[in-house]
């Protein structure tokens, strides 16, 4: 069966550290593949700010270079908005696939707002990957406090597609400090230069 984690997020934009989660997690987690999910709009972020969704992909596709992370803009196929209907369509559509989460920890504490967010942490396994000054926050947000009960020690790692849902793992990883906010205030135009480049 084909081990698959799925990234999703706005990336806005696309940034050395979503490509050395992607890295870590192959590693620990024995996937064969990552597949980047760019959001067509993330529902909990503002339209404001928010780069166009082909300049998005563009800088996906630019920073990923690895021929096993797979950036997409699959949602826009699939017609999907939230992530727990984005998760099922795809395990229609890839039955011999078995499907892994991953997450920063700065997204677990918003995971309680997610649109159904229990049955999406019922639909497939969690990944939490620790990222700085966010590991505290994770640990005691609610929808920690709810999934506590099912998370899975570091050793059986390698055999989450047999572990009974719900269930998460946290991984403390080499950590980078990049961050998609520092991108976009180093140079709040990157979207342009990534559509339209310097010279062209």
Not at 47 to 57: D, E
Not at 106 to 127: E, V, Y
């Amino acid at each position: 069966m084909k081990r698959v984690g799925l990234l999703g997020g706005s990336f806005n934009p696309a940034h050395a550290g979503h490509r050395h989660i992607s890295l870590e997690a192959m590693r620990i987690l024995g996937l064969d593949e990552v597949w980047w999910l760019v959001s067509p709009q993330n529902p909990l972020k503002p339209a404001a700010g928010m780069a166009p969704l082909g300049a998005r992909l563009a800088s996906a596709l630019a920073v990923s270079r690895h021929p096993r992370i797979r950036p997409m803009a699959i949602e826009v196929d699939l017609g999907t908005v939230y992530a727990v209907d984005t998760v099922a369509a795809l395990q229609r559509r890839h039955p011999g696939t078995a499907f892994i989460w991953l997450m920063g920890a700065d997204i677990l504490p918003q995971l309680h707002r997610w649109h159904r967010w229990r049955a999406f942490a019922g639909a497939l396994p969690l990944a939490v990957l620790a990222r700085p000054r966010h590991v505290g926050a994770a640990l005691t947000s609610p929808a920690m406090a709810w999934l506590r009960r099912w998370r899975r020690p570091r050793g059986d790692a390698r055999n989450w597609p047999s572990w009974r849902l719900p269930a998460i793992i946290i991984l403390d990883i080499r950590r980078s400090a990049l961050s998609a906010t520092t991108l976009r205030a180093a140079n709040p135009l990157w979207a342009q230069d990534v559509l339209h480049p310097p010279g062209c």
